[in-house]
């Protein structure tokens, strides 16, 4: 699996209009585009644990079936299931970017 094929299509678009390279969008002090940034542990948890998609946050977030969903229901963008499956089974392989 590719990032730049497979998963960063998927994040710019549900993504990184708030976790990614502009810091004054930036929401949760979190940036998913740099692979440094995305493994350091934050307050609640860690958001992406290479190889561990239960313990990586994205998951947990982007699986909610509550108010934690991600990406929130007022950014107007879905995820598809096979899209959730992809950025699941990409972090299982180790995350690599
Ligand atoms: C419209 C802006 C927006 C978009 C788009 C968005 N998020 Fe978020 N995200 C937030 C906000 C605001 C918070 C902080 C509040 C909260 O935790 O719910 C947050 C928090 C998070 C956290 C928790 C960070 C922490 O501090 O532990 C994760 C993980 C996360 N988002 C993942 C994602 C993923 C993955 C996507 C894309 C699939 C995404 N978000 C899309 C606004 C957004």
Known sequence: MSFDRDIRPIMSRTCFSCHGPDVSSRMADMRLD????????KARGTPIVPGDPDQSEIIQRIFATDARVM???S???TLTPTEKE????????????
């Open 71 to 73: 990406p929130p229901a």
């Open 34 to 41: 740099l692979r440094d940034e995305a493994l350091k542990p």
């Open 86 to 97: 992809t950025l699941r089974r990409w972090i299982a392989e180790g995350a690599r970017y």
């Open 75 to 77: 950014a107007n963008r």
